[in-house]
């Protein structure tokens, strides 16, 4: 984290190959523009935090190329980037593959990228290979009962939301002209000379009791505007009315009053659980800030929360690290609903796993939802679990909102050319044969 991006693959370059350090950055920044990074320059003099998760995983698919390899080994390495630079970054593993004639083991959890990208596939299960051959084989004639499930798993993650709650027309939360603004350069006094325009005069509405799915490219501006939402950063411009009530005016013991009623759900679950405290330290923890219930009463609480999210409460003792992906993803949800709000964004929440868990967590967020009748804004760069999960869509490119809708309306007819953009740029997965 304390050197530049640029710093970084140039270090590769100059360790592996003769050049000079002149030569080296400016093969770097068109290493940057090959993985369509905006703006390569100044990405060279940007550090890790100032980027997005998206634009991280470019910086370091850049490095691994950059001296050429024979043998290019790809561990998840588009998961986290939307469907329009994933395709770019696929269409340019093979043009790389083909011009260099470099081997490519790519590991991941989506198969529609398997189904494009790959000409044998390994299914592995348990530490062991479940089988493997040819993808169009095992993909339209799985053997094994494992990659069945995978496979009717990522069709079901295609087709729409089976049963869409019906949200009322009453407005919960209201966005007017919404901006946030981070210095993208300095001068040497550390005075901000230019901005990224990271949400740019955002305006929308959330119904009480819907999911409103947000979606667009890495770096659109999606999670800061989520943080934005819950006050977690403090908007630039504009105003954010929860129930009528302008938040961003908030402040001490009202805002803490107010928390109680938003939460959100963060995308990498291991960095947001305390690795030196218990599930259920964690778990009591917003009890403790905001209810005044005894001890027996909050233990309770938290054994009835792990059950909820479908937990062994006989873990209650356990460290975040002796739990899956999966689990920790649900020990957090499990958080987030502790102080039962009636407002929460899951920010990329199911990204990371695979598409079994995902499914499970998908499934356990609906029961939820209509168990506590929560409003909820879902961000993810996934787009079939945006359709699955949600009752309208906003898309949002380069900081603004592009177009607004019901999920079908903007999958089948979307007006934007950008919208248009994304839904071509999906993976398709081969269909299962019975």
């Not at 304390?2 to 030569?23: K, N, P, T, Y």
């Not at 905006?38 to 991280?56: C, E, M, T, V, W």
Request: charged share 25%; net charge neutral; proline share 5%.
């Amino acid at each position: 984290p304390v050197f530049s991006c640029g710093h970084q693959v140039m270090e590769a370059l100059l360790l592996h190959e003769i050049i000079s350090a002149s030569e080296a950055k400016n093969k770097t920044i068109e290493l940057f523009e090959k993985v369509k990074l905006p703006d390569p320059a100044n990405i060279f003099n940007r550090y890790p935090h100032q980027l997005s998760g998206g634009q991280k995983q470019r910086v370091m698919i850049a490095m691994a190329m950059s001296c050429n390899p024979a043998l290019l080994i790809c561990d998840e390495p588009t998961t986290a980037l939307d469907v329009t630079v994933q395709k770019t970054i696929l269409e340019l593993i093979k043009e790389l593959q083909a011009s260099t004639g470099m081997g490519v083991l790519f590991i991941t959890h989506d198969l529609g990228v398997i189904s494009e990208l790959a000409d044998r596939v390994v299914v592995m299960y348990k530490g062991e290979i479940a089988e493997h051959g040819a993808v169009k084989k095992i993909f339209t004639s799985p053997q094994h009962s494992y990659t069945k499930k995978l496979l009717e798993v990522s069709q079901t993650l295609k087709q729409k939301n089976p049963s869409p709650l019906v949200a009322s027309n009453d407005v919960l939360i209201k966005v007017q002209n919404l901006s946030m603004w981070y210095p993208s350069k300095k001068s040497f006094l550390g005075k901000p000379l230019d901005y990224t325009r990271a949400v740019d005069d955002v305006s929308f509405e959330v119904y009480r009791g819907e999911t409103l799915g947000l979606v667009g490219e890495s770096g659109c501006g999606k999670t800061t505007l989520g943080r934005a939402l819950v006050r977690l950063v403090k908007p630039h411009a504009g105003k954010v009315f929860y129930d009528g009530r302008d938040m961003l005016s908030l402040s001490g013991g009202e805002l803490k009053q107010f928390r109680k009623h938003i939460q959100i759900v963060f995308q990498d679950p291991y960095s947001s659980l305390n690795p030196s405290i218990t599930i259920g330290a964690a778990l009591e923890e917003p009890l403790k800030v905001h209810f005044n219930l005894g001890a027996r009463e909050r233990k309770d609480r938290v054994l009835e929360l792990l059950e909820k999210v479908k937990l062994d409460a006989l873990h209650v003792n356990r460290y975040p690290h002796e739990f899956s992906g999966g689990q920790r993803q649900r020990i957090v949800i499990a958080r987030a609903l502790a102080l039962e709000p009636s407002f929460i964004v899951c920010d990329e929440s199911v990204s990371a796993l695979d598409v079994s868990i995902q499914a499970q967590i998908l499934e356990l967020l609906a029961e939820l939802k209509k168990e506590f009748g929560y409003t909820c804004i879902f961000i993810s760069h996934d787009l079939s679990v945006i359709r699955h999960i949600c009752d309208r869509v906003m898309v949002m490119n380069k900081g603004k909102v592009e177009e607004t809708g019901g999920v079908e309306q903007i999958y089948h007819s979307p007006q934007s050319p950008f919208t248009r953009k994304l839904l071509e740029s999906i993976p398709n997965t081969l269909p299962l044969h019975a």
